[in-house]
């Protein structure tokens, strides 16, 4: 609030209250290099993660073509965000070859069959942080060839897990605001001194000409704040929202252990198993035995804020493209929500939102018997 009333002014002009504006953004730009540990010069604003994903791949890609002649490869998987695979698939069909890596039951690829798809000339590989869904955290690669350019989707990792020293390899990476609690409609991209980018827009060559047009110092400073906290919290927001994935696991896992449920009712988890790297505060659940059409509705009305995938895609009647991609069938895939626990949430939440699932579940199951 206190840069939207000192700052109101353009931070490209040069009069004084311009001058003052730009101030406050480069000074929200320097602690968010002082965080990620790199210079303020590669800290680039952007309205959304969603924008931020799109200037790094499409302008790497385009990059990498016009410096090395051919097309280079594009590796991922399909667990990556929409706004990661789609313009993936844009460059597809601009003829760039892509690859998809094939996922486990979590959601995570496998790090010798990345290995291997490196070693391979001239590549974009593009590799999210951890999975938005199933709350997997991806085998980020020990080193890498000098002619692959990597980008990170980091927006689920940062403020959840501990910084990994292997993003310093990344020559792009995103972090979206409201992950961590700044407002909506901030993001940022940090692009490494040594990365080449395609510009995408043409404007007025703010931001070293990737990402022009006229910044917010009042959104970036908000940023830099939230990024702090989130940075200096995260210890504490992992552990209590452990403990609330715990409660609410239990509550469910003891309801699917009562002898009184219907032929074939069962519980999938789709979710990491205890010991292995994952988001501390995320549960990907299926159910097996009812028609999840109505699951979402039902568990809204008992005051439960659920989803059944990304929620930016949350509008779509179709499954989860992600789940579907680790095998799972169109039924339970429809039978399936994503639990995500906040910043204040603990044990006491997690088993309140356990009991409240499962009063939705002996409804459901219960009107699937009629």
Not at 336 to 349: I, L, P, Y
């Amino acid at each position: 609030m206190r840069a939207v009333r000192e700052a109101p002014a353009n931070p490209a002009s040069l009069h004084r209250p311009g001058r003052h504006a730009q101030a406050v953004l480069e000074q929200a730009r320097d602690r968010v290099a002082a965080v990620l540990r790199c210079n303020a010069r590669e800290v680039l604003f952007c309205g959304s993660a969603t924008e931020a994903n799109n200037l790094a791949v499409l302008g790497a890609a385009r990059a990498l073509e016009r410096l090395n002649g051919p097309k280079p490869r594009l590796i991922s998987s399909l667990a990556e965000h929409p706004a990661v695979l789609s313009p993936l698939r844009l460059l597809q069909q601009e003829g760039f070859p892509l690859v998809c890596l094939g996922l486990d039951p979590c959601a995570r690829l496998s790090a010798e069959e990345l290995t291997e798809a490196l070693d391979c000339g001239p590549a974009l590989l593009a590799l999210q942080w951890a999975n938005n869904e199933t709350g997997a955290v991806q085998p980020l690669p020990e080193s890498l060839p000098g002619a692959v350019h990597f980008h990170c989707d980091g927006a689920q990792g940062f403020g959840k897990l501990p910084w990994d020293p292997r993003l310093a390899q990344a020559s792009t990476l995103v972090l979206s605001g409201h992950k961590f609690r700044a407002p909506k409609g901030i993001a940022v991209l940090q692009v490494r001194d040594d990365a080449l980018l395609d510009p995408v827009l043409a404007g007025g060559g703010q931001q070293r000409g990737i990402r022009p047009g006229t910044e917010s110092p009042e959104l970036a400073a908000a940023f830099a704040c939230a990024m702090e906290l989130a940075a200096r919290d995260q210890d504490s927001f992992s552990l209590q929202t452990r403990e609330a994935c715990r409660a609410m696991m239990g509550e469910v896992r003891g309801f699917f252990a009562a002898k009184d449920l219907p032929a074939g009712a069962r519980l999938q988890e789709n979710h990491p198993p205890a010991g292995e790297p994952t988001l501390p505060n995320t549960l990907n659940l299926s159910f097996a035995g009812i028609d999840g059409r109505g699951l979402l509705p039902a568990c809204d009305a008992e005051g439960l804020a659920l989803s059944s995938g990304s929620a930016c895609s949350s509008g779509s009647s179709q499954p989860s493209p992600v789940l579907r991609a680790c095998g799972l069938d169109l039924k339970l895939a429809r039978a399936t929500v994503r639990v995500s626990f906040g910043w204040g949430q603990g044990r006491a939440e997690g088993e309140d939102a356990g009991g409240r699932l499962c009063q939705v579940l002996r409804r459901v199951y219960k009107c699937g018997k009629r």
